[in-house]
């Protein structure tokens, strides 16, 4: 409702425009988002080819956004350590510095290179659908009971070919409803979120739909629950599907349920929440004897024409208030992470896989997460 009058909601870029007079659903922008996503695909795949992912010059890495002293000396640390390692592996022949580079013929590098995999949630299922096609299965796939059969050819099955993987939301996983019966049909790797509102029981009836066969690596469990949540589900949730056999992949999302709305009337998350939901999850696997298998971001490298990284999530080692959240605020749906708040990430995860690979526990003298976070989480 606008001034009196009634308009259709904002659907996002795919279906309507956000200004009032773009409200009605327009099919041309479901042609418009596929030249754009192919478009930007291309592009991705010539900057993966050409160094731009290259682990090769961890140094030359910008830390000036860091405020805190202690903190940028944590992070130079960990710099220093990659790019010790690096040294290292050139010194050992493991990377030789003689080798040709992928982009002028030469092989890939785990080092060099990157792989891009392509996923989003199967929300418009008229594009989806659209995008559907009946191929047939790699011969590098391993086939459920039933498709195994001694036939001259090898069987077919539905793709989704707009995205390598697709997730349902917390909104749409109704068991009798239209997008898990076409999750359940698709032959591709599924998510599917988690939220506080999934019974145990609901969630270990979903998983049967889905993957009957309890076939491995077929559905990640993307849990979103909020920092203050998290506590009271992520173990039950754990338990239920231990005790259902059904092998699935954990990955927390500390993002959509830790949203609020700043006092400037800006949609914002903190920082130090998405850490703390982050750090809660890791420690209630390690307790649940169960491993998250990674992390769910949204974040941004959009940089304005002065250089500047967009300001949508507060906090962080550049310590964005909420009254800088307006200087380059550019999202017209949820908040992201921006560069050097997404760099903060890497580095907080990093230190923590790397300190429980020496059999150290954190306490009050790391700096990353006291420094990030207001307080340090017991892990």
């Not at 996983?173 to 999934?198: C, D, S, W």
Request: net charge negative; hydrophobic share 30%; proline share 4%.
């Amino acid at each position: 409702m606008i001034d009196g009058k009634e308009y259709l909601s904002f659907r996002g870029d795919n279906i309507n425009g956000l200004g009032p007079n773009e409200r009605l659903p327009d099919p041309e922008r479901l042609l418009s988002a596929y030249y754009h996503s192919a478009t930007t695909l291309n592009h991705i795949r010539g900057l993966l080819t050409s160094g731009f992912a290259s682990l090769h010059h961890p140094r030359d890495w910008s830390l000036s956004h860091v405020r805190s002293n202690s903190l940028r000396r944590e992070f130079e640390s960990i710099v220093e350590g990659i790019s010790d390692g690096l040294d290292f592996s050139r010194t050992i022949g493991v990377d030789p510095a003689n080798v040709t580079p992928y982009e002028k013929g030469g092989a890939t590098g785990t080092l060099g290179e990157a792989e891009v995999y392509i996923s989003h949630e199967g929300l418009m299922l008229d594009y989806e659908q659209a995008l559907t096609r009946k191929l047939t299965i790699p011969s590098g796939v391993d086939l459920a009971p039933q498709s195994a059969r001694a036939t001259p050819e090898r069987p077919k099955a539905f793709y989704n070919t707009s995205a390598h993987f697709l997730w349902i939301g917390d909104r749409t996983r109704q068991l009798t409803n239209a997008h898990v019966e076409y999750f359940r049909g698709i032959r591709n790797p599924i998510g599917i979120k988690v939220g506080p509102t999934m019974a145990g029981a609901e969630l270990v009836r979903l998983l049967n739909i889905v993957n009957p066969d309890k076939e491995l690596g077929r559905v990640t469990l993307i849990t979103r629950y909020g920092a203050s949540k998290i506590q009271d589900h992520l173990a039950g949730h754990i338990d239920n599907v231990q005790k259902s056999g059904h092998p699935v992949v954990w990955i927390c999302d500390p993002m959509h349920g830790n949203t609020h709305t700043s006092t400037t009337g800006l949609k914002t998350r903190n920082f130090g929440t998405i850490i703390s939901e982050l750090t809660s999850c890791i420690r209630i696997h390690t307790e649940s004897n169960s491993r998250l298998g990674g992390v769910s971001l949204e974040f941004t490298g959009e940089l304005n024409s002065e250089g500047f990284s967009v300001t949508e999530c507060v906090g962080g080692s550049m310590e964005l208030a909420e009254g800088e959240l307006g200087l380059r605020y550019q999202s017209f749906c949820d908040p992201r992470l921006n560069f050097e708040q997404s760099l903060d990430v890497a580095f907080l995860i990093s230190n923590h896989f790397k300190k429980e690979r020496q059999g150290k526990k954190h306490d009050g003298t790391d700096v990353l997460y006291s420094e990030l976070s207001g307080h340090v989480p017991t892990l």
